[in-house]
């Protein structure tokens, strides 16, 4: 496409800011003097927004389906180089998405260099690598139906872990430093798999795989309560991940899935709790009001978001030791363009860091001493309920990137350009996880 309509061109990112920035200086101004009068220096949460940035799934820039039905867009990606062109239109316009994490074996490519060069020259790194061992690939040796590295034939099991040990091959090639390990493993069926033993399995397993990291790599273990296993998971629930992480050693932490808790969990609870268990390795970020129904992040409930956020600022400014969370976003976009969902995620995660970071952490501390719960719940609304939006605008702006990142994009075209240049694929993989 031309240069004037390219979203990733510099030049068309600077004349669509054109027209907003009066308007976003006098709002950013407005909002300063108002957190200037709390005591907060606006510049400095800018900057802190600024550095803020979420790895983008490759497996989300195309759309995904549920278990009925997949309705795929128009000029979707059809392999990982063109996953990694939306990728970098996503991070040229929101200036928060440096890295992309990759899922094996659906972007496998034989050019592996040559995707790290790409990634290069598209100004995006690669995060964790994401292992699946929860389908058959075609002309696989042996049936992951009933398991993987829980499998109860141990030549099952010898094929999974050699495929998370190919994941490390491929993300030490890309410059990756994690690894994360989520399993389909479970039972539908009371009685149907020995609990106790497809957890030492899942742990021997596991040991093996830790044993292939490089030393400055870390196992995220992903745990999830439900599905496919309908049952009983292996990994089920945060305590069984850090079971795990705990028995595995040092390189090994816990991932939370925001989705893979049952409605009403306390998940900001469980961030604390793994905080302080110098286990928190990282994020999945989506959305849910059912189960995991992989919803754009902070589209259901962002209060929850600000409050996960809470834990993370307050872990963060207290130095806590380990902590080092990756982000990555974790969705599945069915009714939307992929590109906007996850523009519009990126900055929901901003805005809940920014929004985090306004909390006043001495008044806060000084009601929970004195017991005071309605001033310490109004301490947190009144960083929540404060509109950062000039914050995040102002983040983008001083980085190059848009001002109004979705219009922009709509404005440019880039959408239609791909329908053109890529024909609709009949065999676009999966897309749910
Ligand atoms: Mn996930």
């Known amino acids: 496409m031309s240069s004037a309509t390219d979203p990733r061109d510099p030049n068309y990112i600077a004349s669509a800011n054109e027209s907003l920035k009066v308007q976003q200086e006098s709002d950013y101004s407005m909002l300063g003097s108002m957190l200037e009068r709390r005591g907060i220096d606006i510049e400095r949460i800018t900057q802190a927004v600024g550095r803020f940035g979420v790895a983008i799934p490759s497996w989300g820039v195309g759309t995904g389906g549920t278990r009925f039905a997949r309705f795929p867009g128009v000029g979707e990606p059809r392999n990982i180089f063109e996953k990694l062109e939306d990728c970098a239109v996503i991070h040229r316009l929101t200036g928060a998405t440096p890295t992309v994490s990759l899922h094996l074996p659906w972007d496998y490519t034989d050019d592996i260099d040559g995707l790290r060069e790409r990634g290069l020259s598209l100004g995006l790194g690669f995060d964790a690598v994401n292992s699946n061992t929860f389908q058959d690939r075609p002309g696989q040796a042996l049936s992951y139906k009933f398991g993987s590295i829980t499998h109860t034939d141990a030549a099952v099991r010898a094929q999974a872990v050699a495929h998370n040990v190919d994941c490390i091959r491929v993300g030490k090639i890309l410059g990756s430093k994690a690894?994360?390990?989520?399993?389909?493993?479970?039972?539908?069926?009371?009685?149907?798999?020995?609990?106790?033993?497809?957890?030492?399995?899942?742990?021997?397993?596991?040991?093996?795989?830790?044993?292939?990291?490089?030393?400055?790599?870390?196992?995220?273990?992903?745990?999830?309560?439900?599905?496919?296993?309908?049952?009983?998971?292996?990994?089920?629930?945060?305590?069984?991940?850090?079971?795990?992480a705990q028995t595995l050693g040092p390189k090994a932490f816990c991932l939370v899935d925001l989705g893979h808790h049952a409605p009403n969990v306390n998940i900001e609870m469980i961030v604390a709790r793994l905080v302080h268990a110098r286990k928190l390795g990282g994020f999945h970020f989506n959305d849910s009001k059912y189960g995991d129904d992989d919803l754009d992040t902070g589209s259901i409930d962002p209060f929850r978001l600000f409050l996960i956020f809470n834990e993370l600022v307050d872990a963060e400014l207290r130095k806590a030791p380990n902590f080092q969370p990756a982000h990555m976003l974790d969705q599945s976009h069915n009714v939307t363009d992929p590109i906007e969902s996850l523009m519009s995620s990126a900055i929901e995660l901003q805005r809940a860091y920014a929004q985090a970071l306004l909390v006043d952490r001495a008044a806060l501390d000084q009601y929970q001493q004195d017991n005071d719960a309605l001033m310490a719940a109004q301490t947190l609304k009144r960083a929540f309920t404060t509109d950062v939006q000039p914050i995040l605008a102002q983040a983008r702006l001083q980085k190059g990137a848009a001002i109004d990142p979705i219009g922009s994009y709509r404005k440019s075209g880039y959408r239609t350009d791909c329908a053109n240049r890529r024909p609709a694929s009949k065999n676009f993989g999966g897309g749910i996880v």
């Open 179 to 244: 690894l994360t390990l989520w399993i389909g493993d479970g039972a539908n069926f009371p009685g149907q798999q020995h609990t106790a033993r497809a957890f030492e399995r899942y742990l021997q397993s596991a040991q093996e795989i830790y044993a292939a990291l490089p030393d400055d790599w870390r196992l995220l273990i992903e745990h999830k309560m439900y599905e496919p296993a309908f049952y009983a998971t292996v990994i089920q629930d945060w305590g069984s991940s850090l079971l795990a």
